[in-house]
């Protein structure tokens, strides 16, 4: 049974930081390109960053470029985003993915990952 744990959501000031995890019960996780999403009230899901299975390739949502950064350690089987200069727009609940295709093509599609969170709230405040 795979798992994929978020945690680090919260109430934050606009302009504020915050760093969201996911642990993920992956094996071998350093094979799987991983995602974040999020999903606003009322609003479809979509696509934020994604990061092949080495780090070494990173792929942003345009809304999201330059104050947001994903990163892994896959020694912890963790994904991670460090969320920077947050504005009220980016309020959602955000849900890491996992991408068991082993494509060398980082995807923005939803339905082109395996494996979902459970979801951690972030609100942002203005």
């Known amino acids: 049974q795979v798992q994929l744990v978020e945690s680090g959501g919260g109430l934050v000031q606009a302009g504020g930081s915050l760093r969201l995890s996911c642990a993920a019960s992956l094996r071998p996780f350093s094979w799987y390109a991983m995602a974040w999403f999020r999903q606003a009230p009322g609003k479809e899901r979509e696509f934020v960053a994604a990061?092949?299975?080495?780090?070494?390739?990173?792929y942003y949502a345009d809304s999201v470029k330059g104050r947001f950064t994903i990163s892994r350690d896959n020694d912890k089987n963790t994904v991670y985003l460090q969320m920077n200069s947050l504005k009220p727009e980016d309020t959602a609940v955000y849900y890491c993915a996992a991408d068991l295709s082993r494509s060398t093509i980082l995807t923005m599609v939803q339905y082109d990952y395996d494996y979902w969170g459970q979801g951690t709230q972030v609100t942002v405040s203005s």
């Open positions: 990061i092949s299975w080495s780090g070494g390739s990173r």
